[in-house]
């Protein structure tokens, strides 16, 4: 196993559509092998999801690590994650509303851009064994699988900013000052 390097903006392979994971062959070595350096990759950049593509391999398969802060009064809050391997996964909007959020890439290291996106999703896919999932997401999760499924159809954040001047480097981003600025307060 081993890190992989991450693919960055301008490379036209993140610009492709990835194909399909025939699902006879999610359990064979070279898929294992794949979403476990997909794990490593990700942890490596501490990122919070990675999709295939990033690093050069054109198949419909993502890995997040959803975060979550937890805590009680025994302690301080903790980090702890769930991670999770998601293949051909399929999205259905089920609402029209949206929210905006913040967004980073691994392949746009540095930047951030506030997209807004549907709130609620049905989200379908296989999991690492093969078996199917289906389920309702909202909320920060939705923005991470929304943008890692993006991914496989050759679709990046910046090309859904809200608005191209809410963007920029993460060491200069003043983001309410830009909010402002942009709504014309
Ligand atoms: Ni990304």
């Given at each position: 196993?081993?890190?992989?390097p ?23 070595a ?6 476990d350096?997909?794990f ?7 990122g ?9 391999v ?24 769930t991670?999770?391997v ?15 959020s913040w ?24 999991d ?9 997401v ?18 990046l ?10 963007f920029?480097?993460?060491e ?11 709504s014309?307060?």
């Amino acid at each position: 196993m081993s890190v992989l390097p991450i693919l960055k903006a301008g490379n036209p392979l993140l610009r492709q559509h990835a194909e399909p994971v025939d699902p006879s062959s999610i359990g064979s070595a070279e898929i294992r092998r794949l979403i476990d350096e997909m794990f490593e990759t990700m942890a490596a950049a501490r990122g919070q999801g990675l999709a295939a593509p990033q690093v050069g391999v054109l198949k419909r398969i993502i890995v997040v690590r959803l975060f979550s802060s937890t805590g009680d009064e025994d302690g301080p809050a903790e980090e702890s994650y769930t991670d999770r391997v998601l293949i051909n996964p399929q999205i259905k909007l089920l609402e029209e509303a949206r929210q905006g959020s913040w967004e980073g890439c691994l392949s746009l290291p540095g930047l951030a851009g506030f997209v807004e996106r549907p709130r609620k999703i049905r989200l379908s896919f296989l999991d690492e064994k093969g078996r199917p999932h289906d389920e309702t997401v909202r909320g920060y999760e939705a923005v991470v699988y929304q943008h890692e499924c993006d991914h496989l159809d050759g679709v990046l954040y910046i090309d859904r900013l809200a608005d191209s001047r809410l963007f920029g480097f993460d060491e200069d981003l003043d983001t309410k000052a830009l909010r402002a600025l942009v709504s014309g307060r």
